[in-house]
């Protein structure tokens, strides 16, 4: 009886979850998946950390009809192969891709905060600063859109971020790669704005601010002398005038325009004022209220085509077994001074404590950073979980880690 070394190739990604093997070809896109258990034994084998995905096979093994299909379906998509071992003296060695993050989680829990060193701030890469809760209009997407995307939003607090206290939190991240997102209710209205912009800028903070057009029109002129990048909201009732000044605006590189839509007739009507300008660059942004879950479903959700069209390389796959990549790095202060990961998660803290207190306290917990896929129910039991963009604030708004149509 001849014998065989069947491999998968090492950029090859295994799944095996709820009686399936699903394997992807991260060069090509390429899929395979069986509910064989012939085909989930031998993949299983492969799959042991210490076979890196080598396995003997034999005669018998090829005249198993599911497993002989398998072989021959990865090997056309170029997944597999195999050959006699009288080809070799010893069994084949693949070496399979492993991430480490900077510090590995299991090390830092080991350590005290005064040991850990100033280079944990490194982590962060972002952060929102929510400078107030104040604004005179009634947008559509006001409540709701904001746990979102982080646009503007109002409350009836009428609170105000503490400028002095804001700039002690900041003072520590100075000399690191953080961009500072400023946005609130109407930032316009908080008397610190102006200087604020100016320190963020004199200390070389990339800078950008979030607000709705409605707010954004009459101080144009003033935010562009800063030349920061400006992300402004519109929405369906918008007039062909404010419109029209907003075409002029966005001619300059750093404005942005951000379109929430909550409904089809919402999309309509913006889209059709819009059209008319096509020299226009627009962003639309879907935002769930509760109640329009069959716009998601129609829209937003995505099946096992739209994943394989992202082209998932080993390398994110890899990534999104440590942290997430949409979440991880971004602190957020709301106008009451208080400290977030995401505006979804529990408080961390507020402005007043060290930033590598905050930071090493988010890190060990798994609110926002590090919240994946392979512990959420119901993504940690489907097969394309590793392969799914990573959970977003979309899904944590809703709570709802699956906008697909695969589970």
């Known amino acids: 009886m001849n014998k065989y070394w069947f491999y998968i190739e090492s950029y090859v990604y295994i799944s095996i979850k709820n009686g399936k093997v699903l394997l992807f070809n991260t060069l090509n896109s390429e899929i395979a998946i069986s509910d064989?258990?012939?085909?989930?034994?031998?993949?299983?084998?492969?799959?042991?950390?210490?076979?890196?995905?080598?396995?003997?096979?034999?005669?018998?093994?090829?005249?198993?009809?599911?497993?002989?299909?398998?072989?021959?379906?990865?090997?056309?998509?170029?997944?597999?192969?195999?050959?006699?071992?009288?080809?070799?003296?010893?069994?084949?060695?693949?070496?399979?891709?492993?991430?480490?993050?900077?510090?590995?989680?299991?090390?830092?829990?080991?350590?005290?905060?005064?040991?850990?060193?100033?280079?944990?701030?490194q982590y962060i890469n972002k952060v929102v600063i929510f400078l107030n809760n104040?604004?005179?209009?009634?947008?559509?997407?006001?409540?709701?859109?904001?746990?979102?995307?982080?646009?503007?939003?109002?409350?009836?607090?009428?609170?105000?971020?503490?400028?002095?206290?804001?700039?002690?939190?900041?003072?520590?991240?100075?000399?690191?790669a953080v961009n500072i997102t400023l946005t609130g209710g109407n930032i316009f209205k908080y008397k610190h704005l102006f200087d604020l912009i100016k320190y963020l800028k004199d200390n070389n903070f990339d800078t950008t601010i979030k607000v709705n057009y409605k707010n954004y029109l009459d101080f144009f002129d003033t935010i562009n002398e800063y030349n920061i990048n400006s992300y402004i909201s519109i929405d369906s009732d918008i007039s062909i005038n404010a419109l029209q000044r907003l075409v002029n605006h966005s001619e300059k590189p750093n404005i942005n325009l951000q379109i929430p839509v909550g409904n089809e007739k919402e999309f309509d009507t913006i889209s059709n004022l819009v059209n008319e300008y096509p020299q226009l660059e627009l962003e639309y942004l879907p935002y769930y209220r509760g109640d329009n879950i069959d716009f998601f479903q129609k829209n937003i959700f995505v099946n096992q085509e739209d994943i394989r069209s992202t082209k998932p390389t080993y390398k994110s796959i890899l990534i999104n077994t440590k942290i997430n990549k949409n979440l991880f790095g971004q602190l957020v202060i709301t106008p009451s001074g208080n400290v977030f990961s995401n505006i979804n998660a529990p408080k961390l803290g507020n402005l007043n404590q060290n930033v590598k207190e905050l930071v090493l306290k988010e890190i060990l917990s798994s609110n926002s950073w590090r919240k994946l896929r392979q512990n959420c129910i119901p993504c940690k039991n489907c097969n394309f979980r590793l392969l799914c963009p990573p959970i977003s604030n979309l899904e944590l708004s809703m709570k709802k880690n699956n906008l697909c149509h695969i589970l």
């Open 134 to 176: 104040e604004c005179n209009h009634s947008c559509s997407y006001c409540n709701h859109a904001y746990k979102q995307y982080y646009t503007c939003t109002k409350s009836n607090t009428n609170e105000e971020l503490n400028y002095t206290d804001l700039l002690k939190f900041l003072s520590q991240l100075k000399n690191l």
């Open 36 to 121: 064989n258990p012939d085909v989930i034994s031998l993949v299983t084998k492969l799959n042991k950390r210490r076979n890196t995905q080598v396995a003997l096979i034999t005669d018998e093994d090829l005249s198993n009809q599911a497993v002989f299909e398998f072989i021959n379906e990865t090997r056309n998509k170029f997944m597999s192969d195999y050959y006699e071992t009288s080809l070799t003296k010893k069994k084949p060695f693949q070496f399979i891709p492993y991430i480490k993050i900077h510090r590995e989680i299991k090390y830092l829990k080991k350590e005290t905060e005064s040991s850990i060193g100033e280079n944990i701030k």
